[in-house]
């Protein structure tokens, strides 16, 4: 069964320091989507993506955070200069058509900022 | 007012038994309506898609919207311990592009 997968599965680093988180989505799939989970919180919605621009952010995604799609299987999340409060699961997800399809989550990726 | 909100429990129940979970929320431009179920430090599974109003079954699972009183539930029959997880509803709709609004979540432990 297809799946979204995301590496590194922990990455620990500095603050001030530039991170890159990496997802593949399902391979049919054409809307991407960040999400992230700080421990004990709710999981929310950072950017969607479709057609190699983001369709819309919420007031987390600052300047400090960009997506790419740098080829036809990757998708990334940058964090230019994380902070203490980066800190938290970052989840990949994606969906087949419609931008209300069915999200497939990825396992995430653990962020620590020391 | 929160946008959807959910009682985080913890809910402990036998196995075997029903179990109902339940979100509200207040957003009237939501249509869709999803139930998530995530192990701990997992990603969330989805297990149920809804569209407006009304029913719908898959195995041992129901879900229910009731978009006039803006509340959503989730039922699991003959409830087993690899049931045992954190619950998650989540809403969408209106002018978001696929935008995902989570609850908190409940946590359900099925005890053998």
């Known amino acids: 069964e297809p799946e979204v997968t995301q590496t590194p599965s922990h990455q620990v680093t500095q603050m001030g320091q530039e991170v890159i988180l990496r997802c593949v989505p399902i391979?049919?799939?054409?809307?991407f989507y960040w999400y992230r989970q700080i421990l004990g919180q709710k999981v929310e919605f950072l950017v969607s993506?479709?057609?190699?621009?983001?369709?819309?952010k919420s007031e987390i995604f600052d300047d400090q955070f960009s997506v790419e799609r740098p080829d036809g299987s990757n998708f990334t999340l940058k964090i230019r200069s994380t902070k203490l409060e980066d800190s938290a699961m970052y989840f990949c997800?994606?969906?087949?058509?419609?931008?209300?399809?069915?999200?497939?989550f990825g396992p995430g990726t653990r962020l620590t900022v020391t | 007012q929160k946008e959807v909100e959910q009682d985080p429990g913890p809910l402990s129940v036998p196995e075997g038994a029903i179990v109902s979970l339940n979100c509200t929320y207040s957003?009237?431009?939501?249509?869709?309506f999803m139930w998530y179920r995530q192990y701990s430090r997992k990603g969330p599974e989805l297990l149920m898609y809804?569209?407006?109003?009304g029913n719908k079954e898959d195995g041992r699972f129901t879900a229910q919207v009731d978009k006039s009183s803006k509340y959503i539930s989730l039922f699991i029959r003959d409830s087993q311990p690899s049931d045992s997880a954190t619950y998650l509803c989540?809403?969408?709709?209106?002018?978001?592009?696929?935008?995902?609004?989570f609850g908190q979540g409940t946590i359900l432990t099925v005890h053998p």
């Open positions: 993506f479709y057609n190699n621009e983001i369709s819309e």
């Open positions: 957003n009237s431009a939501f249509q869709y």
């Open positions: 391979s049919n799939h054409l809307y």
């Open positions: 997800a994606s969906s087949e058509i419609a931008e209300f399809g069915e999200q497939y």
């Open positions: 809804t569209y407006s109003s």
């Open positions: 989540a809403c969408a709709g209106g002018t978001s592009y696929g935008k995902l609004t």
